[in-house]
């Protein structure tokens, strides 16, 4: 795909972003009109039913979204996506099942398999689609970008341009109804739940706002873009659920079970912890005002992404933490290994001194070196991120 068939898709996309906010806008007083199922995509090609039931609103003209409810019983700030909403429902009652029954001493090599397709599809997320296409905390050449580009499919998310747009708004607006996954409308929205709701208004106008031409520009992500479906289908559930029928003699019920829904449901849900739970619980000893944390739980299951009070301060550190303990951040030690070959480069860090003076300044004084005992800053809400030296300051 050349670089302008790659925008017009991707601008085709944005399209039906706006399509939803024209949508929503002109359903007010219009609703009792609708009679037909009205299809349309979202930015994350995930086909929406509106139907009369499902939208059970009255929408205004206004930006701020109603309250929506499910049957009178629950509400909600935004509109269901049903099709995402009963998808990942029933994929996690199939997870609860398969692992509950799983055996754990029949599986052994499989078990084993699982964790390494997990470790290679999470380095994609974190050391691909996050430091490297999100925040652009190092250089990589273009066997290096395939191999994180495939890494990241085997993961199984959304599309690298829908993960990185979505991930830059988030830095830039955190914790406002401009945050994808803002954590202020508690955890189970931060977790999953902004995966089941339509986005908030806010999110779309800001996010069409964002900066993407850097990663439109590469033609590792118009590839990616251009095969996103089939790839993704190949690299997160075809070839490891092949592996360990024609390697060990698996059977293709636990081969399927264990890769296709047990790891890759593991793998979902250890890369929304970021996003919920290291927005909630740990110590914030780089800046108190801000609600990221240091998670050494997320850092452990997340491969190094729990470290992330220090990640919202200064998210063009390659690391995504200060200190770069392999143990608690094994993407660093890909990333370094890389390095080593020759295949990434530019790696950026912040100076000690620029560290040490920001947890004197802001953080909560539980920093191990710099800490101080006082803790007299109050959460204000969003704080700009400290830029990179000698670079602009985009906010991720
Ligand atoms: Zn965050
Ligand atoms: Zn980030």
Same mark, same amino acid.
């Given at each position: 795909m050349s670089h302008v068939q790659a925008v017009t898709v991707l601008e085709a996309s944005q399209q039906s972003d706006k399509k939803h906010l024209v949508n929503s806008n002109n359903v007010n007083g219009k609703i009792n009109n609708i009679t037909k199922r009205n299809a349309y995509k979202d930015t994350n090609n995930n086909e929406q039913q509106i139907t009369k039931e499902s939208l059970n609103v009255t929408p205004t003209d206004s930006e701020e979204p109603q309250e929506y409810s499910l049957l009178g019983l629950v509400t909600f700030k935004s509109p269901i996506k049903w099709l995402n909403s009963v998808s990942i429902i029933l994929i996690h009652l199939i997870f609860v099942y398969a692992f509950l029954t799983y055996p754990l001493q029949g599986g052994f090599i499989t078990t084993i398999w699982g964790f390494i397709v997990g470790g290679? /599809? /999470? &380095? %994609? @997320?974190? %050391? %691909? *689609? #996050?430091? &490297?296409w999100c925040h652009r905390s190092y250089? *990589? !050449? @273009?066997?290096l970008r395939t191999i994180l580009m495939l890494c990241y499919c085997t993961a199984g998310q959304n599309t690298l341009y829908d993960w990185v747009r979505d991930h830059r708004v988030h830095h830039k607006y955190s914790e406002t109804d401009? $945050?994808? #996954? !803002?954590?202020n409308r508690g955890f189970f929205f931060a977790h999953v739940g902004w995966l089941m709701l339509q986005k908030h208004p806010q999110v779309l106008k800001k996010g069409? *706002?964002? $900066?993407m031409s850097d990663v439109l520009a590469d033609p590792v992500i118009q590839f990616h873009q251009k095969y996103f479906i089939p790839l993704k289908i190949i690299c997160c559930f075809i070839i490891p659920t092949i592996v360990p029928v024609y390697f060990w003699g698996e059977s293709w019920y636990m081969a399927f079970m264990s890769q296709s829904v047990i790891r890759y449901l593991f793998s979902l849900n250890f890369t929304w912890l970021v996003n919920s739970a290291a927005h909630m619980w740990g110590y914030k000893p780089y800046d108190n005002r801000i609600n990221p944390v240091e998670n050494v739980a997320v850092a452990v299951v997340a491969m190094g992404e729990g470290w992330h009070n220090y990640h #919202? @301060? &200064?998210p063009w550190d390659y690391k995504a933490a200060e200190l770069g303990d392999y143990k608690l951040n094994i993407t660093t030690m890909w990333i370094d290994f890389f390095a080593k070959i020759g295949w990434a480069w530019d790696l950026k860090e912040p100076s000690s001194d620029l560290i040490r003076r920001t947890v004197e300044k802001h953080g909560d004084g539980s920093h191990t070196t710099y800490g101080h005992s006082e803790n007299v800053f109050a959460n204000n809400g969003p704080i700009e991120a400290i830029a990179a030296p000698g670079e602009p300051n985009l906010g991720y």
């Amino acid at each position: 795909m050349s670089h302008v068939q790659a925008v017009t898709v991707l601008e085709a996309s944005q399209q039906s972003d706006k399509k939803h906010l024209v949508n929503s806008n002109n359903v007010n007083g219009k609703i009792n009109n609708i009679t037909k199922r009205n299809a349309y995509k979202d930015t994350n090609n995930n086909e929406q039913q509106i139907t009369k039931e499902s939208l059970n609103v009255t929408p205004t003209d206004s930006e701020e979204p109603q309250e929506y409810s499910l049957l009178g019983l629950v509400t909600f700030k935004s509109p269901i996506k049903w099709l995402n909403s009963v998808s990942i429902i029933l994929i996690h009652l199939i997870f609860v099942y398969a692992f509950l029954t799983y055996p754990l001493q029949g599986g052994f090599i499989t078990t084993i398999w699982g964790f390494i397709v997990g470790g290679i /599809g /999470g &380095f %994609g @997320v974190t %050391g %691909g *689609a #996050h430091r &490297f296409w999100c925040h652009r905390s190092y250089k *990589a !050449n @273009v066997p290096l970008r395939t191999i994180l580009m495939l890494c990241y499919c085997t993961a199984g998310q959304n599309t690298l341009y829908d993960w990185v747009r979505d991930h830059r708004v988030h830095h830039k607006y955190s914790e406002t109804d401009a $945050d994808p #996954h !803002n954590s202020n409308r508690g955890f189970f929205f931060a977790h999953v739940g902004w995966l089941m709701l339509q986005k908030h208004p806010q999110v779309l106008k800001k996010g069409r *706002a964002i $900066d993407m031409s850097d990663v439109l520009a590469d033609p590792v992500i118009q590839f990616h873009q251009k095969y996103f479906i089939p790839l993704k289908i190949i690299c997160c559930f075809i070839i490891p659920t092949i592996v360990p029928v024609y390697f060990w003699g698996e059977s293709w019920y636990m081969a399927f079970m264990s890769q296709s829904v047990i790891r890759y449901l593991f793998s979902l849900n250890f890369t929304w912890l970021v996003n919920s739970a290291a927005h909630m619980w740990g110590y914030k000893p780089y800046d108190n005002r801000i609600n990221p944390v240091e998670n050494v739980a997320v850092a452990v299951v997340a491969m190094g992404e729990g470290w992330h009070n220090y990640h #919202h @301060v &200064f998210p063009w550190d390659y690391k995504a933490a200060e200190l770069g303990d392999y143990k608690l951040n094994i993407t660093t030690m890909w990333i370094d290994f890389f390095a080593k070959i020759g295949w990434a480069w530019d790696l950026k860090e912040p100076s000690s001194d620029l560290i040490r003076r920001t947890v004197e300044k802001h953080g909560d004084g539980s920093h191990t070196t710099y800490g101080h005992s006082e803790n007299v800053f109050a959460n204000n809400g969003p704080i700009e991120a400290i830029a990179a030296p000698g670079e602009p300051n985009l906010g991720y």
